[in-house]
């Protein structure tokens, strides 16, 4: 099978798994954040809440971002497995509309078509909320969302601020889950070795 095939399979067995990120109709195309800068956005965020991406197993997921010399964004999504191992994959991010800023386009295999990755309300400095819709067929779209933090932890008062925005935008946060962040200190030192290691075995890159 082609990549963009493999991507296929891949998504529509996502949604079989979770039959709940699986919709009919059109994605929905909320409105997203005003005065996005993207430089303001680099740096490491930290999953706090997701809608279900089973692609995703492990804890103490996080996001780094980079800009790169041509104006792009170096991403790199990291997590710790069961087994203590970290898993992480590499991608390029970029806004395809300079004018919409916060509408950004993020691809992990070289030849495959990117997801969106819209930035619906950040501050750049505490929280994010970041959504990705994508329509198949014109009759069904698989989405995401994730909620993310500049901390391991985010206060109440702003997570319940991003579920009216995702619930405006008419997406069910029922099927929000809370990412574990904790037990991720603790063993820095040692994930930070199992980073370097990871990024060596270009093999485990693909091994999501
Ligand atoms: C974006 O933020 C950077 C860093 O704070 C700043 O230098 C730049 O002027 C900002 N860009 C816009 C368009 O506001
Ligand atoms: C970029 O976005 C602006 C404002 O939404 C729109 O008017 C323009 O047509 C877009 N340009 C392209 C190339 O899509
Ligand atoms: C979160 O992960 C830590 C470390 O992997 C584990 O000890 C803890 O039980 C997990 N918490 C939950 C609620 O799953």
């Not at 919409?100 to 030849?111: E, M, N, R, T």
């Amino acid at each position: 099978m082609k990549a963009p095939q493999v991507l296929l399979v891949l998504l529509l067995t996502a949604a079989a798994a979770d039959a709940q990120s699986y919709h009919f109709g059109k994605c929905p195309k909320p409105s997203v954040q005003k005065d996005f800068n993207v430089t303001e956005y680099m740096g490491t965020w930290y999953e706090i809440e997701k809608l279900p991406a089973v692609f995703e197993r492990g804890t103490c997921n996080k996001a780094t971002y980079s800009l790169l010399a041509d104006g792009t964004v170096k991403v790199r999504n990291a997590e710790l497995l069961s087994n203590g191992k970290i898993n992480s994959i590499e991608g390029v991010a970029k806004v395809k509309n300079s004018s919409q800023p916060a509408i950004l386009d993020v691809s992990f295999f070289k030849g495959v078509p990117g997801s969106p990755y819209w930035v619906l309300s950040t501050d750049h400095q505490s929280y994010s909320l970041v959504y990705s819709c994508s329509d198949y067929f014109g009759h069904f779209h698989v989405d995401f969302a994730w909620i993310l933090a500049r901390t391991r932890v985010l206060t109440e008062d702003v997570i319940s601020k991003l579920h009216d925005e995702l619930t405006t935008a008419g997406i069910n946060i029922n099927r929000l889950t809370v990412s574990n962040q904790t037990g991720c200190e603790q063993t820095k030192g040692k994930i930070h070795q199992k980073e370097k290691k990871a990024e060596q075995s270009a093999e485990h890159i693909f091994r999501v």
